[in-house]
C-alpha cells in the first residue's frame, strides 16, 4: 500500500482507508539494543551496519553540536542534559564521529524490545496531523492508518509530545507548535534551591511527590515540574511551605519525612496551615488516584486563604522569577555566524516555550492573591 523513499519517507500509491494494517515488521527485522539502561545509544551504534544504516542520517542532535552552538542552550531544560550527554558520549568512545553515529541512532530508535531501530518506522517523517501509527504486538511492530489517506500522499506519523523532546532527539522543532491541552510534555523544572533557602531536607517534599525525579535519563536531579495550563503550580506553593516553615518535624529526624504519597502530603498541609490531620489526610485520600496537590492547598485556603499560604505563593512566584533569570542568562547574540544560526533559533524555541509556562504559573500564582475564596491551583 505504500512505498519507500530511501532517506526521504513513504508515499501512498493508492487510496489507503481508516484503521488499514500498513506494516508488520518482525523483530528479526530491526535492530535491537542490548538493554543497557540511560540514555545510551552504544549497543544500536555498535550494530548500525548493512543497507538499511545506510540511508539513515544524523539528526541534529544538540549532543552532537558545535561547542559554540551548545552554549545557546544555557538556561534552558536542555543545558544539564546536554552536557551530561557529552561528557558520556566522550567515556563511551575515542572516535570523533561517534556522536553523529549516537544522533543517527537515537533520531530513528523506538522503545519496542527495549530499544530499536525499525524499518519502515524509522523513515516515516514527522507531520500534524499524523495518518500512521507504530505499535508493538508481541514479536512485532505493527503500523495501521488513523485516517483516510489519498493517493500520492505522505505518510506521517508522531515523533515526541514537547520541544525540548524535539529539538533533543530529533535536532528541530515543529513549526508555529501551540499548546493546546494538559497531555501536552513540555515542561519547566525548578529545583529546591530557586525557592532562595539553605533548606536541603528534601525527604519529605520526595516522599509527599512534590519534588521527583527528573525524566531525563542521565540526570539524577529532583525537581518539580510546571506544565502548561499552570499545571505544577500547588506542588509549588507546598515546596514554599515547607521550605518557609522549614516542614513537619519530629525529635528523631522526621517521621513524616519516612510517610509516603498522600500521607506525606497532609502531614505537610495540617503543621503548615494548622488544619485538621485526619480531615486533611482524607482530601488528601481522596485524591490518590491523582496529583492530591491542587486539592489540599484548596482545602487549605477554606473558608479564607491563611497568610501562611500568601506568603507560600510569593515564595513561589520568586522561585519562578529566579527560574526564568536563568533563562536569560545567556544573552542571545545578534550577530552570529551564519553555520550557528539554525542552532540559535532551535535554542530560541525552546526559550519561547519554556517562558510562556513559567509565564503562565506566575499569572495564575499572582491572581490567586488577590482572588476571593478557596485556592484553585492545578
Same mark, same amino acid.
Given at each position: ?10 508515499i501512498?500509491?493508492q487510496t ?11 523483530k528479526?527485522a530491526?535492530?535491537?539494543?542490548e ?12 550494530k548500525l ?9 544524523p539528526?541534529?542532535c544538540?549532543?552532537?553540536w ?7 542552550l ?12 557529552r ?5 563511551e ?7 553523529k553515529k @549516537? ?7 523506538n522503545?519496542?524490545?527495549?530499544m ?28 495501521t492508518?488513523?485516517?483516510?489517506i ?6 506521517f506519523?508522531?515523533?515526541?509530545d ?10 528541530f ?13 513540555d ?11 539553605n ?23 529532583i525537581?518539580?515540574?510546571?506544565k502548561p ?6 506542588k509549588?506553593?507546598a515546596?514554599a ?5 522549614r ?16 500521607v ?6 495540617s503543621?503548615?496551615?494548622?488544619t ?5 489526610l @482524607? ?17 487549605a ?7 501562611i499560604l500568601r506568603?507560600a505563593?510569593?515564595?513561589?512566584r520568586?522561585?519562578?522569577?529566579k527560574?526564568k ?8 547574540q ?8 539554525k542552532y540559535?533559533r532551535?535554542?530560541?524555541s ?8 513559567l ?14 475564596g478557596p485556592?484553585?491551583?492545578?
Amino acid at each position: 500500500m505504500a512505498r519507500g523513499v530511501a532517506g526521504l519517507g513513504c508515499i501512498a500509491t493508492q487510496t489507503i482507508g481508516e484503521n488499514e494494517l500498513l506494516f508488520v515488521i518482525p523483530k528479526r527485522a530491526c535492530i535491537c539494543a542490548e538493554a543497557r539502561g540511560g540514555d545510551s545509544q552504544k549497543s544500536l551504534v555498535e550494530k548500525l551496519k548493512g543497507p538499511l544504516s545506510a540511508v539513515l542520517r544524523p539528526a541534529a542532535c544538540p549532543f552532537a553540536w558545535p561547542k559554540k552552538a551548545v552554549e545557546f542552550l544555557k538556561g534552558t531544560e536542555l543545558e544539564r542534559v546536554v552536557a551530561a550527554k557529552r561528557e558520556r558520549l566522550r567515556k563511551e568512545s575515542r572516535d570523533p564521529g561517534y556522536a553523529k553515529k @549516537c544522533a543517527i541512532a537515537l533520531s530513528h530508535a523506538n522503545p519496542w524490545f527495549g530499544m530499536s531501530i525499525v524499518p519502515f518506522a524509522c523513515l516515516l517523517n514527522y507531520g500534524k496531523p499524523k495518518n500512521v501509527v507504530f505499535f508493538e504486538s508481541g514479536e512485532y511492530v505493527v503500523g495501521t492508518s488513523t485516517r483516510r489517506i489519498r493517493a500520492g500522499a505522505e505518510l506521517f506519523q508522531d515523533y515526541a509530545d514537547s520541544v525540548a523532546d524535539f529539538v533533543y532527539r530529533y535536532g528541530f522543532a515543529p513549526k508555529k507548535k501551540k499548546i493546546q491541552n494538559d497531555d501536552d510534555d513540555d515542561a519547566v523544572s525548578l529545583e529546591l534551591k530557586d525557592f532562595g533557602s539553605n533548606y536541603a531536607d528534601d525527604r519529605l517534599l520526595r516522599a509527599s511527590l512534590a519534588l521527583e525525579e527528573t525524566p531525563w535519563d542521565g540526570l539524577d536531579d529532583i525537581t518539580a515540574e510546571i506544565k502548561p495550563h499552570a499545571v505544577g503550580t500547588a506542588k509549588l506553593v507546598a515546596i514554599a511551605l515547607v521550605v518557609s516553615k522549614r516542614g513537619p518535624r519530629d525529635d528523631d529526624g522526621g517521621e513524616a519525612a519516612a510517610a509516603r504519597d498522600v500521607v506525606a502530603a497532609a502531614s505537610i498541609v495540617s503543621y503548615c496551615c494548622n488544619t485538621d490531620f485526619e480531615a486533611t489526610l @482524607c482530601v488528601a485520600r481522596r485524591n490518590n488516584h491523582k496529583d492530591p496537590w491542587p486539592a489540599l492547598i484548596e482545602f487549605a485556603s477554606t473558608p479564607k486563604t491563611p497568610a501562611i499560604l500568601r506568603d507560600a505563593i510569593a515564595l513561589a512566584r520568586k522561585a519562578i522569577a529566579k527560574r526564568k533569570g536563568r533563562l536569560f542568562h545567556q544573552k542571545q547574540q545578534q550577530d552570529v555566524e551564519p553555520a550557528l544560526r539554525k542552532y540559535q533559533r532551535l535554542a530560541a524555541s525552546l526559550r519561547t516555550v519554556e517562558l510562556g509556562i513559567l509565564n503562565t504559573a506566575d499569572r495564575k500564582l499572582a491572581t490567586s492573591l488577590w482572588h476571593e475564596g478557596p485556592l484553585k491551583l492545578a
